[in-house]
């Protein structure tokens, strides 16, 4: 069973921003990080009468691992009060910060486990600015009346250059040769160096990156096969391959671009280096856990495997400095001693592009959250969309009310609803997890708390929050 939320908690108050999504990452390439969504809201919020019980500076926000300046902007912009970090904290300071603020925003290295969201007893949303969101317990989140925004494909592009430039490189033997003259050594050789025109790419998970990977790897003139669970559109003259195995079987280069689940742990382990080509090469720029690594260095070793990218790794630091040791991951110091591998620091998504489009793309989402109640995008809860209220409507008031998906919840909350003029009202469910919103007009503040204190009463209620 849920905790249920403090009533105190801040009910929040009239919308002040744009409610444009971004659907292009490339918008952002062809426009300053002042974004016009951005511009758009400051403009409103200008314009935009503070109603209460709430001020939007009421809200606090915790900001992890140096998210973007655009995301800063956005959300200081409304008025919240934002605190920022650069790195990751350690969980025993992550707990101490997370109890206090109603929104919480990360990357990759922040684990919101069951074990740090039950602290966070006035959270409303998290956003992880990136596509991953692996490193919050969504489930858990959902049965806290906590919405998960993340972005699904701004980051994209960058992801699949990066591995283009990797594939070359390998095939190449950039680093090994670059390190070399690095430390005054000239090695001028031929000798298993590959040009990649007419050599198998072999891409797992045909997502947004794999499928980018395709395109910019088909003009290259690759053959590019791939391996996926679901059957998808094969872009350009790649091919679906059934199974794993024959994907390795055939291709020159494997790639990773899988979410980290249970299924996809280990998912290239000792076996699967076996049944990959003699001389072919590994790229993983998806998560650590995919890969086996002490396996990998076996492979690599036997000259089985010729060489490999690794962008992600099953521990990673909470921040930049010289922690890639064998604290960290015991194989590190033997990782390190191998040749052609080239090793980066998990920034398949560090672009200039993509973290600015991120950080728009996040920041916004959470605006419209907070503002608004609605929840296009969450990746834990149902996808309610509800135009904003104006100005122009002043004694209208936004419920929400986040519930159990129990039979007969709609006719007790239509009960107590029914007494007052119920303009619109959606409701849609995700597996328990119920989101019902509903825009009332002509209501005083007086049948505002008796709305909310009967929603709060109902014993299916996980959250109830009313905008006004
Ligand atoms: N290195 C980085 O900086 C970086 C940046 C962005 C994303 N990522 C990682 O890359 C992953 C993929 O990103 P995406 O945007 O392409 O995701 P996506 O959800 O668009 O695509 C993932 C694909 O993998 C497939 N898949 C899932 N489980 C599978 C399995 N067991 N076997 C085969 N296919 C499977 C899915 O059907 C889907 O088509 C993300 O989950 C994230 O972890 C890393
Ligand atoms: O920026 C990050 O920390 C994560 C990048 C990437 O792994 C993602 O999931 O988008």
Redesign the pocket.
């Known amino acids: 069973m849920t905790n249920p939320k403090p009533i105190s908690q801040p009910s929040l108050a009239r919308p002040a921003v744009s409610t444009s999504l971004s659907v292009s990452p490339t918008a952002t390439f062809h426009s300053p990080p002042a974004s016009s969504s951005f511009m758009a809201s400051l403009a409103q919020r200008a314009a935009a009468k503070q109603l209460k019980p709430f001020n939007t500076e009421d809200i606090k926000i915790l900001l992890l691992e140096n998210v973007n300046q655009t995301g800063r902007d956005i959300l200081s912009g409304q008025g919240y009060q934002v605190e920022f970090h650069k790195a990751s904290l350690p969980e025993d300071q992550l707990i101490e910060k997370i109890r206090d603020v109603h929104v919480i925003g990360i990357r ?1 290295k922040t684990k919101l486990t069951a074990k740090v969201l039950q602290e966070a007893k006035n959270l409303l949303v998290i956003g992880c600015f ?5 490193q919050v317990d969504l489930e858990y989140a959902a049965k806290q009346g906590i919405a998960v925004f993340n972005s ?2 701004a ?2 592009r ?2 699949a250059e ?1 591995v283009i430039a990797e594939i070359i490189a390998l095939a190449r033997q950039l680093g090994d040769r670059s390190n070399e003259l690095h430390r005054g050594t000239w090695n001028k050789v031929s000798a298993k160096c590959w040009e990649v025109r007419g050599k198998t790419l072999g891409i ?9 990977l395709s395109v910019l790897a088909d003009a290259m003139g690759m053959n590019v096969i791939y ?4 059957s ?1 559109m094969a872009i350009g003259t790649a091919r679906q391959v059934p199974t ?1 195995e024959a994907l390795l079987g055939e291709a020159d280069f494997v790639t ?6 249970p ?2 742990k280990n ?1 290239l382990g000792a076996k699967q280096f076996e049944q990959m080509k003699n001389g072919s090469y590994l790229i993983n ?3 650590g856990t995919v890969v086996d690594i002490p396996a990998l260095i076996k492979a690599m070793r036997a000259g089985k495997v010729a060489g490999a990218a690794l ?2 790794y099953p521990n990673e630091p909470a921040g930049n400095g010289d922690y890639f040791t064998t604290d960290l991951n015991p194989w590190a110091e033997e990782l390190r001693g191998l040749n052609n591998i080239i090793l ?1 620091p ?5 672009t200039e592009e ?1 973290q600015r489009a991120i950080g728009i793309e996040v920041a916004d989402a959470l605006v419209r959250y907070i503002n608004q109640g609605v929840t296009l995008g969450s990746v834990n809860l149902p996808e309610i969309n509800m135009r904003q209220l104006t100005l122009d409507e002043p004694n209208h008031a936004r419920i929400i009310y986040i519930h159990r998906n129990v039979p007969g919840v709609l006719r007790r909350v239509n009960e107590i609803l029914g007494d007052h003029n119920v303009d619109k009202q959606i409701s849609d469910s995700k597996g328990d997890i119920a989101y019902l919103m509903a825009d009332v007009s002509d209501v005083r503040p007086e049948d505002i708390k008796e709305i909310r204190d009967s929603l709060d009463g109902l014993s299916s209620r996980i959250l109830t929050r009313v905008l006004y």
């Open positions: 990759s990136c596509i991953g969101t692996n699904p494909f980051n994209s960058s992801v990066l797992v998970g045909y997502g947004h990156i794999g499928s980018q391996y996926d669970v679901v998808l794993l990773l671009h899988v979410p980290e689940t299924e996809t998912m720029a998806s998560r962008d992600v980066t998990h920034i398949g998504g560090s993509a």
